[in-house]
């Protein structure tokens, strides 16, 4: 595995002119508590993602319903204009109610208005990736996409997007895209605990399709939580890397965008690429989710 100036190798998107740093970063904390208005201290987030970028990342992942709009307008603030290699990967499918609620919302004229946001806030004329956000919370629904997709698929004729993702989807709603349009990253649920996409994700890698997980120490029993804190100890650093660098080995096809709001943490979470987790302990973790079960 690279180390920490490789940010974990690169993954090129098959039919596009798109190549990242594996360890990219998520921008979902730089706006307020519960990702609801401006950040405590603006600073602090301009210089994250300025750190961000300085450290070889780029791929940044966000939303205009982060804030809503804060999170996207803080990057452009932070980055604009943009380096030319920087992919910023935003998201489309929900919106935020006037108390800080998530509103799913995949009607055609929202997705629209959705995508115009993003283009605005960011200070973009063309959105490099677009995901549409579906499902639920933490796991896809049994709902058809095709309607939304449709929808997204328009705009990306329209010359808005570039190319479109999914996010919190199912492999029979990936299979569904298909003949919609060309997915080149889907975006669900997964760590080194919780993993029920496993076959998925080696199905997206062996066409080359880019899989980007989210909740990388999310809702881990104790037990589990006790096997991860005991690796980091004899490896001498934190649960977080351990359960990052695990995902940057579980496969070539993994891209991680670990979001926080301090300078010190981006650093941690970024010595993941550097890491290379031995066998014995590589074992402990795979046991996690075997354990769960």
């Known amino acids: 595995m690279s180390g920490v100036n490789g940010l974990g190798g690169t993954f090129p998107f098959p039919g596009t002119t ?19 208005g401006p950040p405590k201290d603006l600073e602090a987030a301009l210089a994250v993602l300025r750190e961000a970028v300085e ?8 939303s205009d319903f982060y804030g809503p709009h804060v999170t996207n307008r803080i990057i452009r603030q932070a980055l604009h204009p943009y380096p030319e290699d920087l992919t910023i990967v935003t998201k489309v499918g ?19 208005e959705s995508v115009h946001d993003n283009l605005r806030n960011l200070g973009l004329d063309v959105l490099a990736i677009v995901n549409l ?14 309607e939304p997709l449709t929808a997204l698929a328009e705009l990306q004729q329209q010359g808005l997007i570039q190319h479109i993702g999914l996010s919190n989807v199912s492999p029979k709603q990936f299979e569904e895209a298909r003949p919609i349009a060309k997915i080149v990253c889907v975006q669900n649920y997964y760590n080194v605990a919780h993993r029920a996409d496993d076959a998925f994700v080696d199905a997206l890698s062996a066409e080359g399709v880019a899989y980007v997980p989210f909740f990388p120490l999310g809702g881990f029993t104790p037990l589990q939580s006790s096997t991860l804190d005991d690796a980091a100890k004899e490896l001498g650093t934190t649960p977080m890397v351990v359960a990052l660098a695990w995902l940057l080995q579980r496969s070539p096809n993994m891209l991680l965008i670990p979001g926080t709001s301090s300078v010190g943490h981006l650093r941690e979470n970024l010595s993941a690429a550097g890491m290379e987790l031995p066998e014995e302990i590589l074992v402990k973790l795979n046991g996690m989710a075997t354990a769960a079960k």
């Not at 921008?27 to 990702?35: E, I, K």
């Not at 450290?55 to 966000?62: A, E, M, R």
């Open 94 to 112: 929900a919106r935020r109610g006037n108390d800080g609620s998530w509103i799913m919302d995949t009607s055609a004229e929202f997705l629209k």
């Open 133 to 146: 956000r579906v499902g639920g919370i933490s796991a896809p629904t049994k709902a058809s996409i095709a």
């Open 55 to 62: 450290s070889g990342v780029n791929h940044i992942d966000t």
């Open 18 to 36: 798109v190549a990242v740093k594996r360890m990219g970063y998520g921008a979902m904390q730089l706006a307020g508590p519960h990702v609801f």
